[in-house]
């Protein structure tokens, strides 16, 4: 069983006039060519983290095509929420129209294989200067949900833990961030997040980005060049 990860997939099969490519000629036809990546490398055992921003969707009826799409492609699905998954709604209802071989994670975690996998969605984290009091508030919010994700990993044992964000949870000028420091202390082994995109990319350099023993990997769809990021091998 390998562990694949990818985030960022902005899908919008119910949203005309958001496709990907008015941000770029290298977002068409994104999906067939994750597509295209994904029927190649994952079987049925595989695993394939989502970390956020699965899909332009207001409502969660207007979301259903962009899940199907994910479920109908091979291997298991793990998602996880993202700051423009409007869509998402209350943890029951969203598994009430995920496939058979899609799960999500909030405020839980789950076992596959050998590993357990952790997540909340993360937020910007306090630099140079405070967080205004709403950021704050969301902040410390996703620090509890992330501590919870966390101890909900404990009852697995010795099994190895594969945390997802959204949000990155450190930057190489800022790696020692509560969420950084909470990963340590937990004996994560992979990180895997999002967010990231444009100009941006070219100034930071995350990919196997290791900090206290954790190996940190960004995976957002077009840093990844729209391939699957393996994370993971059993």
């Known amino acids: 069983m390998n562990v694949y990860a990818i985030g960022d997939l902005h899908l919008s099969t119910a949203q005309p006039g958001k496709e990907m490519d008015l941000f ?14 994904w029927k190649k490398r994952v079987s049925e055992e595989d695993v394939v983290l989502i ?25 298991n699905k793990i998602l996880l929420r993202g700051n423009h998954d409007y869509w998402w709604g209350s943890a029951k209802k969203v598994r009430s129209v995920l496939g058979a071989r899609t799960q999500i994670i909030q405020n839980d975690c789950i076992a596959v294989g050998e590993y357990v996998v952790c997540g909340t969605r993360g937020w910007t ?3 140079d200067a405070p967080l205004p009091a709403e950021d704050q508030k969301i902040y410390e919010r996703e620090l509890i949900r992330l501590s919870l994700s966390l101890s909900c990993a404990k009852k697995y044992g010795d099994k190895k833990i594969i945390v997802m964000l959204h949000f990155p949870p450190l930057l190489e000028e800022w790696p020692d961030t509560e969420f950084s420091r909470m990963l ?3 004996g994560a ?37 729209f391939r699957l990021r393996e994370v993971a091998e059993a």
């Open 184 to 186: 340590t202390a937990a």
């Open 189 to 225: 082994s992979e990180v895997v997040f999002g967010h990231l995109h444009g100009e941006v990319l070219n100034k930071i350099n995350l990919t196997d980005f290791v900090h206290e023993g954790v190996n940190y990997n960004l995976v957002s769809a077009d840093y990844m060049d």
């Open 51 to 75: 970390p956020g921003d699965i899909s332009w969707a207001m409502k969660l009826a207007d979301a259903v095509p962009d899940l199907a799409a994910l479920s109908s492609l091979p291997g």
């Open 125 to 127: 984290f306090p630099t």
């Open 24 to 37: 770029g000629a290298h977002w068409k036809n994104h999906f067939a060519r994750i597509s295209e990546d």
